[in-house]
């Protein structure tokens, strides 16, 4: 059997050339950009974290699905392209990714297919702002995010800033002690909780360095054991949001969503930009900070898995 995948992946010739080359690629994904923040700041936000990992050594690659390929590396008038589309843009899920393949409509991917194309691509080491999780609420309405199916099964370490709040950390956690994901907090005993920088949950294992981090993550893969890891990064203090208001307006989002019946995948997207207008763009903000610090992480870890 040959690997007719490869026939879907267009790997950009500078991310081709470094995964060539043993040199540490970091993967970005695209959600973040069409429905995570509103144009123009996404597309700055874009550019900036290809940035962070390039002055840090490491080559960025921003996943998308446009054109019938499964892109590995967006060029700046693809990242425009689909910033501009916006929520226009279809977000991808696993479940969406070969009618996204089969329409040659733009694919916006979320942080399960960005795993999954990563790991076609050979990207160890991928960076976001938040993962999805476990709804609030996930006792009635099963919303609980394929990233976390996802996270069982692929070998991706994704490097965000722990949990948002519009998700139940504790039920998150659990489902990700039952599918063995390990919860790595990067100097921090305390779950970040994206907009703060501890929660009232722990995570598994607090690692200090970007090596031991790299040297867990070779370890956990060279023994066989499939699956993603968590590496929660604090947002840096000084772009921190005080709890009783971010709570106040995360509280008031997802009573609107409940309200209206914003339902399946429509829920998170809803949920990011009715925080981020409450807030009046000070959540938003905060979510570019919190992105860059990410990246940086990810690309010293990814730069020590290469060594
Ligand atoms: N959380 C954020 N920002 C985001 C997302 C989540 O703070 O942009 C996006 C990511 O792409 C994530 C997706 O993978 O939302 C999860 O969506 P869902 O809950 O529908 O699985
Ligand atoms: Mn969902």
């Known amino acids: 059997m040959t690997n ?4 879907y992946l267009d790997i950009a010739p500078e991310v081709a050339q470094a995964l060539a080359a043993n040199q540490p690629v970091v993967a970005l994904e695209s959600t973040i950009i069409s429905h995570g923040m509103p144009y123009p700041q996404n597309v700055q936000m874009a550019g900036q974290v290809e940035q962070v990992i390039r002055d840090q050594g490491a080559t960025p690659a921003t996943i ?4 019938g390929k499964l892109k590995v590396g967006l060029s700046a008038d ?33 942080v399960a297919s960005t795993m999954i194309i990563a790991e076609l691509a050979g990207i ?8 999805g999780g476990v709804h609030r609420g996930a006792e009635t309405s099963f919303d609980i995010s394929a990233d976390l199916e996802e996270l069982s099964q692929t070998n991706v370490a994704v490097i965000c800033a722990g949990i948002k709040s519009i998700l139940n950390l504790g039920l998150t956690l ?5 599918k063995g994901v390990p919860v790595i907090g990067y100097q921090t005993d305390s779950l970040p909780a ?4 501890t929660s009232a949950h722990n995570v598994d294992y607090n690692l200090t360095t970007p090596d031991a981090i790299a040297q867990v993550l070779k370890i956990k893969w060279d023994v066989g054991l499939n699956g993603g890891v968590i590496i929660a990064n604090p947002v840096p203090k000084e772009a921190a949001m005080p ?10 989002a997802l009573k609107e969503a409940a309200e209206q019946n914003i339902l399946g995948k429509l829920a998170t997207p809803f949920l990011l930009a009715r925080v981020s207008e409450l807030t009046q763009g000070k959540s938003l903000a905060t979510n570019i900070v919190l992105v860059l610090n990410n990246a940086k ?3 010293q870890i990814a730069i020590s898995f290469q060594d």
């Open 297 to 299: 992480l990810a690309a």
């Open 124 to 131: 160890k080491i991928f960076a976001t702002g938040g993962i």
């Open 174 to 178: 659990e489902y990700l002690e039952t």
């Open 194 to 197: 994206f907009y703060a920088r």
């Open 4 to 7: 007719k995948f490869a026939t």
């Open 243 to 252: 709890e009783a208001e971010i709570t106040q307006y995360i509280d008031q």
């Open 64 to 67: 998308a699905i446009m054109d």
């Open 78 to 110: 693809d990242i425009e392209r689909l910033a501009k589309e916006g929520q226009a843009a279809t977000k991808v899920s696993r479940r969406d990714v070969a009618f996204l393949l089969a329409s040659k409509k733009i694919g916006a991917t979320t």
